[in-house]
């Protein structure tokens, strides 16, 4: 599996940006897909989780009510809406596949990345 990460850019604080993750083919249904982010200095950390199927999903608390994870599985694609972006947003985000049908935070749990795409947020 290929994973493409599309969508970053510079927004001002306020804005929101769409990102997409394309999947070189079709993962299996059983799959979960999750997004992470790393900003200069620190850890990959958790963004979002969502199931490849069931549409369960899972946000760090630092995004929940801003970021929304989606999937539209006959484009084998996943999104990350990300609304009101604040300058501790700015970071590369990834997006991965999981081993399995369980969503998760840990970052082990994934074993497939696609190239990060840059999202800076100016104050």
């Known amino acids: 599996v290929q994973l493409q990460a599309s969508g970053g850019g510079l927004v001002q604080a306020g804005g929101s940006l769409r990102l997409s993750c394309a999947a070189s083919r079709r993962t299996s249904s059983n799959n979960g897909m999750g997004w992470f982010r790393q900003a200069p200095g620190t850890e990959r950390e958790f963004v979002a989780a969502?199931?490849?199927?069931?549409?369960?999903?899972l946000y760090a608390d630092s995004v929940e009510g801003r970021f929304t994870i989606s999937r539209e599985y006959a484009k084998s694609t996943v999104y990350l809406q990300m609304n009101n972006l604040n300058t501790e947003d700015t970071a590369v985000y990834y997006c991965?596949?999981?081993?399995?049908?369980?969503?998760?935070?840990?970052?082990?749990?994934?074993?497939?990345w696609g190239k990060g795409t840059q999202v800076t947020v100016s104050s």
């Open positions: 991965a596949s999981g081993r399995s049908s369980t969503i998760s935070r840990n970052t082990d749990y994934y074993n497939y």
């Open positions: 969502i199931d490849w199927r069931g549409g369960n999903t």
